[in-house]
């Protein structure tokens, strides 16, 4: 959902960055919760987010670092990735009890040449680089030691984020008062928001039970072909990081441990696949503006196909009709023209999705 405002509250729960799946928050939705605020204003922001994309939480935290109030962030649930970059703005941090934070390195992927990769490389370099700074300055570590803890991928209680430096206090259970003198009733039990929390290296155990308890997957288009079986996981204990404090790393046998970053890799090369399968369709179908309402509804390329003939054929259907219906539609016809023009049309297309590997034998 986008940022939600009731005074001088600003809540942000859901995905960081307008992804095509789940709930999700912007910039844009947190500069128009601030204006609604009011500049000047005191502000409590409460977040609730697993992460999402990292240069969208970079611009989110530089708007609330600009807010002339005081910000107070309150992490409700959790603050991982691109949505820990955002809580750095508060001038407080609170955790409330049983919430989580986490740091890591920014990430991405690249289809292309040397000279593409190249290029990630380098901006992916800066934008960590830019966010251990970030990190640094609020929890006055050097911006080596902060990048260290993003290297490890760095999971936080409530207790060890004060310890580091990433929080400044624990919000407590009991009623507290407000500045109106009226008790405030603390919520400090809320579940962590709906997220792929697998797409991580080192999930807490926990939280990839919850994820896979919910069904909170990091959603692949539907395909032809069937989903692949679910993958075994080893146990780990619930914060796997020596420097968060719980002892060292959880081990597990070798018969039970799967590639986690090769199945993640897997994942991402389907949905891109599917995604520009589905735009090759459209485009050779010359109706390229229908693609990201079959990607928005995972329409299989089957389907993809079927409705872009069908469109077609009812465009051609309408045309004839709309001829007819002219000022001398009586009249001989146009020397060259055939009656089953449109069916040529369709069987052109077939052909032409034929030629490029979309269309099947017998489909």
Avoid at 244 to 257: L, M
Avoid at 348 to 353: A, D, G, K, P
Wanted: charged share 25%; proline share 6%.
């Amino acid at each position: 959902m986008p940022a939600m405002v009731t005074g001088n509250e600003i809540v942000l729960s859901g995905t960081v960055g307008d992804l095509y799946w789940g709930e999700s928050f912007t910039s844009s939705d947190v500069i128009v919760a601030l204006a609604q605020v009011g500049r000047g204003q005191d502000v409590v922001i409460r977040i609730n987010s697993g992460g999402g994309i990292a240069t969208e939480g970079a611009a989110i935290h530089a708007a609330l670092a600009a807010h002339t109030g005081k910000k107070t962030v309150i992490v409700e649930g959790i603050a991982a990735s691109a949505a820990s970059v955002i809580a750095m703005a508060g001038d407080e941090i609170v955790m409330a009890m049983g919430a989580l934070m986490m740091i890591h390195d920014p990430s991405g992927f690249t289809f292309g040449t040397v000279a593409d990769h190249e290029l990630q490389v380098k901006a992916l370099t800066a934008l960590a680089t830019a966010m251990a700074g970030i990190y640094a300055e609020r929890s006055g570590k050097t911006a080596d030691e902060a990048r260290a803890d993003m290297r490890a991928e760095l999971w936080m209680s409530p207790e060890e984020a004060v310890a580091a430096g990433y929080a400044d206090r624990i919000q407590t259970r009991a009623a507290e008062p407000a500045e109106d003198g009226e008790a405030e009733i603390i919520d400090a039990d809320r579940e962590p928001t709906a997220f792929d929390f697998r797409l991580y290296q080192h999930p807490p155990e926990r939280l990839v039970a919850l994820a896979d308890r919910r069904a909170w997957t990091n959603r692949v288009p539907a395909t032809a072909a069937a989903p692949p079986p679910p993958l075994p996981r080893h146990q780990e204990q619930s914060m796997p990081n020596d420097q968060a404090g719980n002892g060292p790393a959880p081990t597990a046998s070798t018969g039970n441990v799967v590639d986690l970053d090769a199945a993640r890799a897997e994942g991402r090369s389907a949905a891109l696949a599917y995604v520009r399968e589905v735009r090759d369709l459209c485009a050779l179908a010359g109706r390229p503006a229908m693609a990201d309402a079959f990607i928005e509804r995972e329409a299989a390329p089957a389907d993809v196909r079927k409705e872009l003939l069908d469109a077609r054929a009812s465009a051609d259907a309408a045309r004839d009709v709309t001829t007819s219906t002219l000022p001398g539609a009586g009249a001989a016809p146009v020397a060259g023209a055939r009656p089953d023009d449109s069916k040529t049309m369709l069987s052109s297309m077939e052909r032409e999705l034929a030629r490029a590997g979309h269309a099947k034998k017998g489909a």
